[in-house]
């Protein structure tokens, strides 16, 4: 279904137990929705869940400009306000990951528990200038050739080559990503903070990371941040957790969801 | 006679139940004696059962000065003998008191016949002390009100116990010293007790708490295989597991010692 908010068309997905809790997942940069096709079928039978496509992502509108966190998080208060959840639990991966931290430092009011997942704190010059680089590849060379050095970047050698049609599915995500989707948050990406605010955060936190994850330090310095977080570090597995063991991601997000409130 | 001055201070302690082996419970960082209250008449039936509040904790001497690891040791060391209690001991942790616990016995293995864990924080992670430290300034700032939302609201949701346990907890709580809460934090965030888990050499249970929302399972799994030997369990429980599950503890406990 398409939901208008913060100016533009959401592609979202409601599914779940009608009148439970509200669970929100938050994509990463160059996927869509369906990365959460596991999590959102095995938490179904205790919580509503409401997907949504990343502004510039799968088939929500992609705006030209550079996009910052700032607008992403004010595209999620936007389909709150818009769907009338007044209060949820938000997980995210990657730039969605980095949308929960930076949902949990601004509107705590809306939020019963995070889990941001394979992020870091903050854009560094050097990432800034990687992002630089890759979106002089797509805007000169499409989506298409970025999908390989993607993969290469985001799954362990021995995990692409046991597992292709999963592979292929996040290789077909990658390739579909809107150019000026891809560009605006990259943009975002090459230029965050999220550090000063949070040692304020009070919303329960639960990072998670997969251990050959290049973010593994970010996502420390997250946890070593925000008071009272929990960690768990998904050995093996490298940026895309939730994809690559579902089975570890799914117990650790249910576990630390269910008791909530 | 509920207080005695050991180590240099005055400790509000109970004994109770009657036998030869005696239960050593160690509360958490915020609880106090009255943590165990929910398993202690059904142990003090087949054990002997030795609690008390923690320097700083309780009814228990505040504290104004900073203090390590070594004083809590110290504390309990100097505690059993002027209690004149006998070994053999089977030490029960909760959260950052397993610090406690692994330095005691470390300096005490032909006393201490068993240890438990739940859900432990053996060591913290220099990288993490910032957020401890930042803790114990707001507490030493606003009270105990001012850290809710950074601690208990994170690691006790209510709806892991009635609401009358809840508020009993969260009444014991608040009514915390910060100052002593402050320290309490302070030494946590300079102790790392992590490498004495490899060389532990007693019976040992972990049990981890399913829905503990500041320690995940997958975490508190991986300390107990450092520990050789161990048996892992998980319960339905959070974090402060004796007061939100102990009926579930209490069976894995009874199950342990074989009582």
């Known amino acids: 279904m398409k939901v208008k908010a913060n100016g533009i068309d959401f592609n979202c997905r409601i599914e779940g137990k009608r009148g439970a809790p509200?669970?929100?997942?938050?994509?990463?940069?160059?996927?869509?929705?369906?990365?959460?096709?596991?999590?959102?079928?095995?938490?179904?039978?205790?919580?509503?869940?409401?997907?949504?496509?990343?502004?510039?992502?799968?088939?929500t509108d992609a705006p030209d400009g550079k996009y910052s966190f700032d607008v992403l998080v004010a595209d999620v208060i936007g389909l709150f306000d818009a769907l009338e959840i007044e209060r949820a639990h938000f997980v995210g991966l990657s730039m969605g990951g980095m949308t929960a931290v930076a949902l949990a430092e601004k509107h705590p009011d809306r939020l019963d528990r995070v889990v941001p997942c394979d992020?870091?704190?903050?854009?560094?010059?050097?990432?800034?200038?990687?992002?630089?680089?890759?979106?002089?590849?797509?805007?000169?060379?499409?989506?298409?050739?970025?999908?390989?050095?993607?993969?290469?970047?985001?799954?362990?050698?021995?995990?692409?080559?046991?597992?292709?049609?999963?592979?292929?599915?996040?290789?077909?995500?990658?390739?579909?990503?809107?150019?000026?989707?891809?560009?605006?948050?990259?943009?975002?990406?090459?230029?965050?903070?999220?550090?000063?605010?949070?040692?304020?955060?009070?919303?329960?936190?639960?990072?998670?990371?997969?251990?050959?994850?290049?973010?593994?330090?970010?996502?420390?310095?997250?946890?070593?941040?925000?008071?009272?977080?929990?960690?768990?570090?998904?050995e093996g597995a490298g940026h895309i957790s939730n994809v690559e063991r579902p089975d570890i991601f799914t117990r650790a997000i249910k576990e630390f969801l269910v008791s909530a409130r | 006679?509920?207080?005695?001055?050991?180590?240099?201070?005055?400790?509000?302690?109970?004994?109770?139940?009657?036998?030869?082996?005696?239960?050593?419970?160690?509360?958490?960082?915020?609880?106090?004696?009255?943590?165990?209250?929910g398993i202690v008449p059904d142990l003090a039936k087949k054990l002997n059962v030795f609690r008390y509040d923690q320097r700083g904790f309780g009814l228990s001497e505040k504290v104004r000065a900073p203090y390590s690891i070594e004083t809590l040791v110290d504390d309990l060391q100097a505690l059993i003998a002027a209690l004149d209690l006998k070994?053999?001991?089977?030490?029960?942790?909760?959260?950052?008191?397993?610090?406690?616990?692994l330095d005691f016995q470390a300096r005490n293995r032909a006393a201490v016949a068993s240890l438990v864990f739940c859900n432990p924080a053996p060591g913290v992670d220099p990288a993490r002390a910032g957020a401890l430290e930042n803790v114990a300034a707001l507490a030493e700032k606003e009270g105990i009100r001012g850290v809710l939302p950074l601690m208990l609201d994170k690691s006790y949701p209510p709806t892991l116990s009635d609401k009358a346990t809840y508020e009993n907890y969260r009444g014991r709580y608040v009514a915390n010293d910060p100052v002593g809460f402050a320290l309490a934090f302070r030494m946590m965030a300079r102790t790392n007790m992590a490498p004495l888990l490899a060389g532990i050499s007693c019976p040992t249970l972990v049990i981890a708490g399913r829905q503990d929302a500041i320690r995940a399972v997958p975490v508190t799994e991986g300390i107990a295989k450092q520990i050789p030997g161990a048996r892992f369990e998980i319960i339905d429980a959070g974090h402060f597991m004796p007061t939100t599950s102990p009926q579930a503890l209490l069976a894995l406990l009874k199950d342990f010692w074989k009582v």
């Open chain 2, 87 to 101: 070994p053999p001991f089977h030490v029960v942790s909760l959260a950052a008191s397993s610090m406690q616990a």
């Open chain 1, 119 to 234: 992020c870091g704190p903050a854009s560094t010059p050097q990432s800034a200038q990687q992002w630089e680089e890759r979106i002089a590849i797509a805007r000169e060379q499409g989506m298409e050739a970025l999908v390989e050095p993607t993969i290469g970047r985001w799954f362990p050698p021995e995990f692409i080559a046991a597992n292709k049609g999963t592979v292929d599915k996040v290789r077909e995500m990658i390739r579909t990503t809107p150019e000026a989707g891809f560009i605006g948050c990259a943009s975002a990406l090459s230029n965050f903070d999220l550090r000063p605010g949070l040692s304020k955060i009070g919303t329960p936190t639960r990072f998670i990371c997969g251990g050959k994850d290049a973010s593994l330090p970010g996502a420390k310095a997250l946890h070593a941040g925000v008071a009272g977080s929990s960690f768990v570090e998904i």
């Open chain 2, 1 to 37: 006679m509920p207080w005695i001055e050991a180590n240099g201070a005055s400790f509000h302690y109970k004994l109770e139940g009657k036998a030869d082996q005696t239960v050593i419970l160690l509360h958490e960082i915020g609880g106090s004696l009255d943590s165990w209250d």
């Open chain 1, 22 to 59: 509200w669970v929100v997942f938050s994509n990463s940069l160059a996927t869509n929705l369906s990365m959460w096709d596991v999590q959102a079928e095995a938490l179904g039978d205790k919580f509503q869940i409401l997907r949504y496509d990343q502004r510039g992502h799968g088939d």
